[in-house]
Nanobody, 125 residues
């Protein structure tokens, strides 16, 4: 069983920054892609960013240039650095485990099997 625990959410003013962390249990963390998704009230869960097992990163157009994802395999942790935050970034953010040693992580929720509980990010204008 894999457990994912997000932290780092909160309330920030527009233009500010937050850094989300996602700590994973399990001994094979480094072999899997990891993804970040978000869900705003009344909207579907959407792809934000992903990092492959080899370190390749992928971003939604809406966050490209503002968000950066990274991973520390020694600590089984993935990060999402969010800069220049906008009110439209307000959502619950989830991390999720992707596929085993895939070159390009998927952007669809169906490509991810384990999910964290989510952390709220609120950006005020």
């Amino acid at each position: 069983q894999v457990q994912l625990v997000e932290s780092g959410g909160g309330l920030v003013q527009a233009g500010g920054s937050l850094r989300l962390s996602c700590a994973a249990s399990g001994r094979t963390f480094s072999d899997y892609a990891m993804g970040w998704f978000r869900q705003a009230p009344g909207k579907e869960r959407e792809f934000v960013a992903a990092i492959s097992w080899s370190g390749g990163t992928y971003y939604a157009d809406s966050v490209k240039g503002r968000f950066t994802t990274s991973r520390d395999n020694a600590k089984s942790t993935v990060f999402l650095q969010m800069n220049s935050l906008k009110p439209e970034d307000t959502a619950v953010y989830y991390c999720a485990r992707g596929q085993f040693r895939t070159i390009v992580p998927g952007r669809d929720v169906s490509r991810y099997d384990y999910w964290g509980q989510g952390t709220q990010v609120t950006v005020s204008s």
